[in-house]
């Protein structure tokens, strides 16, 4: 699935969105301008277009002394996350919260923080007390329940934000010398005041192998999962290649060798940080073995009979 393909990520800022648009100034910012997806674009003086489309991928630099403001949170969909959950309207067809349906008392929310825009539409993260009592418009889900029910837009926007909210959790003081971590600027990232070291968002690689033989496909279950079978996945070590990844995951958890691995796709994975790059590949040789510490069992399908 393709990550919001026309969404235009926002970087720190949020003050910006939750202030009314000012009138255009002569001399000031430019007049929104539209991009290759038929959206707008706000363009700071200066800023040149990307080859993409006019700051689809440079998105407009949010200053504090009120340039390049985007729309009020009340036009605004928000992400709010309480604990491990997600807050949502509705009880069949979920979808975010909307602006103009946040209870008044909007400051128990926290200080939001901006993520992107996509058809006309802002997003903005927010993070609730987890001992503040639910709007009673609001359900509190986890995001992997959210599959399938959330719009692919706002699901996708949503896994988004709780990678975010867990960087910001985890970035707060410095690796090297403990020291509180700068606030993030015009991107995500902190630098670190006494020493200048500077932390990025952790995105974890893991490759996915579909392992075929034939009408065979070989799946693996762990412990816990019940019927649940899966193809065979793993982290990708340092100083590993992705392809030498696949066939080392694949011996490990299944004792068999593979051959002729080609790249099939991969998506964003945020459980809480991951990068899921699928491959196919041959079966080559050996006896199905699992590792006990990792699976509860492995077998070849059939492809015209998969397991329920």
């Not at 995500?188 to 995105?203: A, D, K, S």
């Not at 593979?258 to 699928?278: A, C, K, N, R, T």
Request: proline share 9%; charged share 25%; hydrophobic share 35%.
């Amino acid at each position: 699935m393709p990550l919001f393909p026309d969404f235009e990520r926002v970087y720190p800022g949020a003050e910006q969105l939750i202030s009314p648009q000012p009138a255009p100034q002569a001399g000031g910012n430019r007049a929104p301008t539209p991009t290759a997806s038929g959206q707008t674009s706000i363009q700071a003086e200066g800023r040149a277009p990307t080859e993409s489309g006019a700051g689809r991928h440079a998105p407009p630099e949010l200053k504090a002394g009120g340039q390049n403001r985007l729309r009020p949170a009340a036009q605004a969909s928000w992400v709010i996350l309480q604990g491990g959950a997600i807050l949502v309207e509705g009880d069949g067809e979920v979808r975010l919260p909307r602006g103009d349906a946040l209870p008044a008392d909007r400051d128990r929310l926290g200080e939001p923080v901006p993520l992107g825009l996509t058809a006309g539409r802002e997003y903005l993260l927010a993070e609730l007390a987890e001992d503040q009592a639910l709007d009673e418009i609001w359900r509190a889900a986890d995001l992997r329940s959210l599959y399938g029910r959330l719009p692919d837009i706002e699901w996708a926007i949503a896994g988004y934000a709780t990678q975010v909210a867990h960087w910001q959790r985890t970035s707060r003081f410095c690796p090297v010398c403990g020291a509180t971590m700068g606030s993030p600027g015009l991107e995500w990232r902190r630098r670190c005041p006494g020493c200048g070291h500077e932390r990025y968002p952790i995105v974890s690689p893991a490759v996915l192998a579909l392992v075929h033989d034939g009408d065979r496909i070989l799946l693996a279950h762990k412990p816990g999962w019940g019927a649940r079978r899966s193809i065979l996945a793993g982290f990708v070590l340092p100083g590993e290649s992705l392809e030498e990844c696949v066939r080392r995951e694949v011996l490990e958890e299944a004792g068999v060798e593979v051959d002729q691995i080609e790249y099939f796709g991969s998506q964003p994975w945020p459980f809480p940080q991951q990068l899921m790059i699928g491959f196919r590949t041959r079966y080559n040789s050996g006896v199905i073995r699992i590792d006990a510490d990792e699976l509860a069992g492995a077998d070849w399908y059939d492809f015209r009979s998969m397991p329920p």
